[in-house]
């Protein structure tokens, strides 16, 4: 397996434009995550979908974000509109039922201006 | 108090010694705890995973849980100049009904200085 696939690797967008990021989980984890990496707040969790349910958007911050994993090969997170504060690394992650570790994609590295 | 806790370092140390880093969860109910490595500019990896109290040993790291006092800790032996990265703490908590959140501390960032 090619692991956890994201794209794009780097967006630069300007501020107010929609932004949709990419996210191919791991053929058979039916975990998917998002998290957004930012130095002053660390890694944190946005979402996560269990068997394309989403389950926790706890961290979403706002109305602007969303996400949606139509099947199970696929998830996107969007942003729109799109503020400067947004600019961070964001990870799609993947894993099987029960407690087996988490893997992560290369990261979408987004940057609003 | 923040869900996982960890100091930020950095933390130096020099090549050959024992590195320790620690790490303190809110959640009782927690049952998964990890170590994740990440190098500058790239993803997360797993290096360690743990869900008992004591130890658990794999190669030069050490793994420790301690469910009683809420921490977790990871020792690396015989440090080397390419251990050094951020070193994050997860933790799979129970919250608001469901099971699979992974919450991840801020990290502590570690140099091995040859």
Known sequence: DAGVIQSPRHEVTEMGQEVTLRCKPISGHDYLFWYRQTMMRGLELLIYFNNNVPIDDSGMPEDRFSAKMPNASFSTLKIQPSEPRDSAVYFCASRTPGEAEAFFGQGTRLTVV | ???????????????????????????????????????????????????????????????????????????????????????????????????????????????VKP
């Open chain 2, 1 to 111: 108090q923040k869900e996982v806790e960890q100091n930020s370092g950095p933390l130096s140390v020099p090549e050959g010694a024992i590195a320790s880093l620690n790490c303190t969860y809110s959640d009782r109910g927690s049952q998964s705890f990890f170590w994740y490595r990440q190098y500058s500019g790239k993803s997360p990896e797993l290096i360690m995973s743990i869900y008992s109290n004591g130890d658990k040993e794999d190669g030069r790291f050490t793994a420790q849980l301690n469910k009683a006092s809420q921490y977790v800790s990871l020792l690396i032996r015989d440090s080397q100049p390419s251990d050094s990265a951020t070193y994050l703490c997860a933790v799979n908590m129970f919250k608001r009904g469901s099971q699979g959140n992974l919450i991840f501390g801020k990290g502590t960032k570690l140099s």
